[in-house]
């Protein structure tokens, strides 16, 4: 007897919203929208785990005052619940999950960190450490930005984003166990894979094929774009998507060839992985910040 195949999940977007402190819910034609949660603080990345049915996402709070923060809830907003607390990280961006290994990674910016914990925000760990002290938190090439990771050569990639348009931006890897010996400040396996960018922003990657896209907010050519380059060899990154308006969030959907974009003008795009037949889902929408693309 054969059983006819489940049909395919429906995909769900969530998108930050930044300017009014909320995150939204729809469907990946941007129908159905909903707000499920009210009352961030700068809420910034955001990442689903469809299969316990929850959303984690990071508040950056206000720079100065140290009170960055970290929340999860189920898909619908209920079960609110902060797991990493006010002063534990100071300005937390784009967040990573990694469901296997049981762990959360994101980039705290003027923490000037790429760090990590449990998934209820336990053990929060430092990875790298670029700078410390008032002096060096005035410097944006020492700020963390964007977080993912490759569960295949258990390495993690974040973003150090530089000053506005000042093509001092890159992107680095190292591995996910810090060096014997060796401390977040000083270990010795970081390696630079682009550097001289304009402000490379969120990163995701797509692991089977080997290949790493990221926002840049800069100013054009190379700006405000979205991009891709492989990982596994040395290669001058693609321009896929132009004319943002300040690029932040990138979410893929290999399954469906197809990629989904924030900028801070409040536009949600969505194009084919390759950057052609890009369409408007919405615009005009508050300063849009962290998006996540799950099959529920």
Same mark, same amino acid.
Request: include cysteine.
């Given at each position: 007897m054969?059983?006819?195949?489940?049909?395919?999940?429906?995909?769900?977007?969530?998108?930050?919203?930044?300017s009014?402190?909320?995150?939204h819910?729809m469907?990946a *034609?941007?129908s159905?929208r909903?707000?499920?949660?009210?009352?961030c603080h700068?809420?910034?990345g955001?990442?689903v785990?469809? *299969?316990a049915?929850r959303?984690?996402?990071?508040?950056?709070?206000?720079?100065?005052?140290?009170?960055g923060?970290?929340?999860?809830a189920?898909?619908d907003?209920a079960?609110?619940?902060?797991?990493?607390?006010?002063?534990v990280?100071?300005?937390p961006?784009?967040?990573?999950?990694?469901?296997?290994?049981?762990?959360?990674?994101?980039?705290d910016?003027?923490?000037?960190?790429?760090?990590?914990?449990?998934? *209820?925000?336990?053990?929060?760990e430092t990875?790298?450490?670029?700078?410390?002290?008032a002096? *060096?938190?005035r410097?944006?090439t020492?700020?963390?930005v964007g977080?993912?990771l490759?569960?295949i050569? /258990?390495k993690?990639?974040?973003t150090?984003?530089g000053?506005?348009?000042g093509?001092?931006g890159?992107i680095?890897r190292?591995n996910?166990?810090?060096p014997?010996g060796?401390?977040p400040?000083?270990?010795?396996?970081?390696e630079?894979?682009?550097?001289?960018?304009?402000?490379?922003?969120d990163l995701?990657?797509?692991?089977a094929?080997?290949?790493?896209?990221w926002?840049?907010?800069?100013?054009p050519? /190379?700006?405000n774009?979205v991009n891709?380059?492989p990982i596994? /060899?040395e290669?001058?990154?693609?321009i896929?998507?132009t004319?943002?308006?300040?690029?932040?969030?990138?979410?893929l959907?290999l399954a469906?060839? /197809?990629?989904?974009?924030?900028?801070f003008?409040?536009?949600l795009?969505?194009?084919?992985?390759?950057?052609?037949t890009?369409?408007?889902l919405?615009?005009a929408?508050?300063?849009?910040?962290?998006?996540?693309?799950?099959n529920?």
């Open positions: 054969t059983h006819p195949s489940a049909p395919p999940r429906p995909g769900r977007l969530f998108v930050l919203e930044l009014g402190d909320r995150i819910s469907n *034609d941007g159905d909903k707000t499920i949660v009210t009352d700068l809420p910034d955001i990442v785990d469809a *299969d049915g959303i984690y996402w990071t508040n950056m709070g206000v720079p100065n005052l140290d009170d923060s970290i929340e999860h189920d898909l907003g079960n609110r619940r902060v797991i990493v607390p006010k002063g990280t100071h300005t961006k784009q967040i990573h999950l990694d469901k296997a290994g049981g762990k959360l990674y994101w980039c910016r003027e923490g000037m960190r790429v760090m990590r914990a449990n998934l *209820d925000g336990s053990q929060v990875l790298v450490e670029t700078g410390r002290g002096e *060096d938190q410097d944006p020492r700020w963390c977080i993912t490759d569960p050569t /258990r993690f990639y974040w150090q984003k000053g506005d348009n093509d001092a890159r680095c190292a996910l166990d810090l014997k060796q401390s400040a000083n270990r010795s396996d970081i630079v894979l682009w550097d001289g960018l304009p402000e490379p922003i995701e990657l797509d692991v094929n080997r290949v790493l896209y926002t840049d907010r800069g100013d050519p /190379r700006g774009t891709r380059a596994d /060899r290669a001058e990154p693609e896929l998507v004319h943002l308006m300040e690029g932040i969030g990138v979410a959907d469906g060839d /197809r990629m989904f974009v924030t900028d003008a409040g536009s795009y969505v194009s084919d992985l390759n950057g052609k890009q369409r408007t919405a615009f929408q508050g300063n849009l910040t962290g998006i996540a693309y799950a529920l």
